[in-house]
């Protein structure tokens, strides 16, 4: 995973924890954004995404050769 894959899905989980400790959603959504957020710092943390692996894709920028 690259780094600004890493930072967004950082700032998206972090959001979504805000979103579960404040009150601008209903009850039943706010569950879902806790879960949102815990996996997308998750996966930003450890730097791997499960839904990546299947479909072969990876947001690292590979060095080319001179």
């Given at each position: 995973m690259g780094k600004a894959d890493r930072?967004?899905?950082g700032m998206l989980g972090l959001a979504g924890?805000?979103?579960f400790f404040s009150s601008w959603i209903p009850a039943p959504f706010h569950w879902i954004s806790l879960a949102a957020g815990v996996l997308l710092l998750f996966t930003a943390f450890v730097g791997v995404c499960p839904g990546y692996i299947p479909f072969g894709w990876n947001t690292c920028s590979t060095k080319k050769a001179p």
């Amino acid at each position: 995973m690259g780094k600004a894959d890493r930072l967004v899905r950082g700032m998206l989980g972090l959001a979504g924890l805000g979103l579960f400790f404040s009150s601008w959603i209903p009850a039943p959504f706010h569950w879902i954004s806790l879960a949102a957020g815990v996996l997308l710092l998750f996966t930003a943390f450890v730097g791997v995404c499960p839904g990546y692996i299947p479909f072969g894709w990876n947001t690292c920028s590979t060095k080319k050769a001179p």
